[in-house]
Nanobody
Framework: QVQLVESGGGLVQAGGSLRLSCAAS????????MGWFRQAPGKEREFVAA????????IYADSVKGRFTISRDNAKNTVYLQMNSLKPEDTAVYYC??????????????WGQGTQVTVSS
């Protein structure tokens, strides 16, 4: 079955950067789109960014455009989220997710366990 394992979360000051990683297994990684989502305390999980199977087409939530960059390394079965200019409102548990589509999508069928990102002011 599809397994997703996130890493790279932590505590960072506002204005700082973090890079999240998500290692995937269980199917042909390079055939599917990948995405990142987040859930802040007391809020619903929301879409952050997604990338198509090739890495050539990305979509972003308006709240992170220009600050976050999603990328993938199909040779390593890994998707990344580079987060720059972090704000306290970016504090959340970040989840890696994927569906059965080759395109970037704002939904996911399979989920990782999440990694905590905390941005202090």
């Amino acid at each position: 079955q599809v397994q997703l394992v996130e890493s790279g979360g932590g505590l960072v000051q506002a204005g700082g950067s973090l890079r999240l990683s998500c290692a995937a297994s269980g199917r042909t990684f390079s055939s599917y789109g990948m995405g990142w989502f987040r859930q802040a305390p007391g809020k619903e999980r929301e879409f952050v960014a997604a990338l198509d199977w090739s890495g050539g087409n990305a979509i972003y939530a308006d709240s992170v455009k220009g600050r976050f960059t999603i990328s993938r390394d199909n040779a390593k079965n890994t998707v990344y989220l580079q987060m720059n200019s972090l704000k306290p409102e970016d504090t959340a548990v970040y989840y890696c997710g994927t569906s059965d589509s080759r395109r970037p999508t704002r939904q996911a069928t399979y989920w990782g366990q999440g990694t905590q990102v905390t941005v202090s002011s």
